[in-house]
């Protein structure tokens, strides 16, 4: 996948693959979809809790991004399903942006974002 992208909106969780696609940081609420999804591409990571560090979160983040049509289409599905928006695209790929519009997704698009101020 090459595509260009625009600066995020929002923080990337820590160790993200770089990349369009993104998981916005603390956002993530650990339902397991998004790992069930697209498995090849998001992965969990422990960190200590902000607020209480002797405990551990599990915050998802992009460990890889999506390399085939397939992965692209799980990743796309991911965001569409997000219950917390909190995975996104800062690409410019319109085919992508195009797909991600038509699942109702164009809030999570940065780059639509950012060149409309919508």
């Known amino acids: ?24 940081k603390d956002a993530c609420i650990t339902c397991s979809l998004p790992i069930e999804t697209a498995p090849k591409n998001i992965k969990y990571r422990q960190r200590p809790c902000t607020t209480s560090p002797e405990r551990r979160t599990n915050h998802c983040f992009v460990s890889r991004q999506p390399k085939t049509p397939q992965e692209i289409e799980k990743m796309i599905e991911v965001v569409a399903a997000s219950c917390v928006a909190a995975y996104r695209y800062c690409g410019t790929d319109l085919e992508i942006l195009r797909r991600l519009v038509e699942a109702g997704c164009r809030d999570r698009c940065d780059a639509l974002i950012q060149y409309t101020g919508k």
Request: zero cysteines; aromatic letters at 12%.
């Open 1 to 24: 996948m090459t595509t260009g992208t625009v600066t995020p909106l929002y923080e990337r969780e820590p160790n993200s693959a770089p990349g369009p696609f993104y998981v916005v």
